[in-house]
C-alpha cells in the first residue's frame, strides 16, 4: 500500500538554487495539496489542486509553484530558493474539498 | 492565519489515564477533523464531525463539537504510550479559506508508561 509518496526525504539546499519537491499519488484523488509545517505555526497551505489541469493558491503561496499534469503527480517547485523555506513540507490527497486528507511522510528542506 | 487553536499546547499523562484537547476556531465550519502525527511522521485522519453533529466516537476516541461556541474537543480514554503524538483539529472554513483545510498548531500528548 503506497498511497502518497514524496521525494526526496530530507534535503540541503544552497540559497539562490531551484528545487522541486516530488509528490505521487495512487489513490485516484482528485484533490492535492502541498503543506508546510514549522514549529510553533503548525501546517499552513501553499497551493492546491482540485482536479488535473487545475490549481491554486494557498494561504502561504509566494515563492513555490506547482503544476498538475495528470490525476497522480503534484511537484512543488521553488525557483529561486531562501533561507526562510526551510521548512518541512507534505503533500496531501483527499477524494474532494475538505474530506479527509491522506498525507505523504513529508520532505524536509533545510535552506542555507 | 490560524483558523483553529489547540488547547493546550502540550498535555502528559500516566498511561491509563484520560487524555482531553480542546480546539477553538473562529469562522463557521462544514465540518472538523482531526489529525495524529507521530514524531518525524506524516498526519494520520482520525475522525471527522459534522456542524451538525454533536458528538462522535471511535474505538477509545470520543469528538464533541459545539458550533454555538465555535469549539471541539477530543477525548483519548485509557491512554496508552502509543498514543504519544501531536493531536491536530482542522476545519473547512468556506469563508476564509474556500472549503480547504486550515490547521491548528497541535497539542503535543506525552503519555508515561
Known amino acids: 500500500i503506497a498511497g502518497i509518496t514524496q521525494a526526496p526525504t530530507s534535503q540541503i539546499l544552497a540559497a539562490g538554487r531551484r528545487m522541486t519537491l516530488r509528490c505521487t499519488q495512487d489513490?485516484?484523488?482528485?484533490?492535492m495539496y502541498w503543506y508546510r509545517q514549522d514549529l510553533g505555526l503548525g501546517l499552513r497551505l501553499i497551493h492546491y489542486?482540485?482536479?488535473?489541469?487545475?490549481?491554486g493558491k494557498g494561504e502561504v503561496p509566494d515563492g513555490y509553484s506547482v503544476s498538475r499534469a495528470n490525476t497522480d503527480d503534484f511537484p512543488l517547485t521553488l525557483a529561486s530558493a531562501v533561507p526562510s523555506q526551510t521548512s518541512v513540507y507534505f503533500c496531501?490527497?483527499?477524494?474532494?474539498?475538505?474530506?479527509?486528507?491522506?498525507f505523504g511522510e513529508g520532505s524536509r528542506l533545510t535552506v542555507l | 492565519s490560524q483558523q483553529g487553536e489547540e488547547d493546550p499546547q502540550a498535555l502528559s499523562i500516566q498511561e491509563g489515564e484520560n487524555a482531553t484537547m480542546n480546539c477553538s476556531y473562529k469562522?463557521?465550519?462544514?465540518?472538523l477533523q482531526w489529525y495524529r502525527q507521530n514524531s518525524g511522521r506524516g498526519l494520520v485522519h482520525l475522525i471527522l464531525?459534522?456542524?451538525?453533529?454533536r458528538e462522535k466516537h471511535s474505538g477509545r476516541l470520543r469528538v464533541t463539537l459545539d458550533t454555538s461556541k465555535k469549539s471541539s474537543s477530543l477525548l483519548i480514554t485509557a491512554s496508552r504510550a502509543a498514543d504519544t503524538a501531536s493531536y491536530f483539529c482542522?476545519?473547512?472554513?468556506?469563508?476564509?479559506?474556500?472549503?480547504?483545510?486550515?490547521f491548528g498548531t497541535g497539542t503535543r500528548l506525552a503519555v508515561r508508561p
Open positions: 496531501a490527497s483527499s477524494e474532494g474539498n475538505a474530506g479527509e486528507l491522506f
Open positions: 489513490m485516484r484523488h482528485n484533490a
Open positions: 489542486s482540485n482536479t488535473a489541469g487545475t490549481t
Open positions: 469562522t463557521s465550519i462544514n465540518n
Open positions: 464531525i459534522r456542524s451538525n453533529e
Open positions: 482542522a476545519t473547512d472554513a468556506p469563508e476564509s479559506s474556500g472549503d480547504k483545510l486550515t
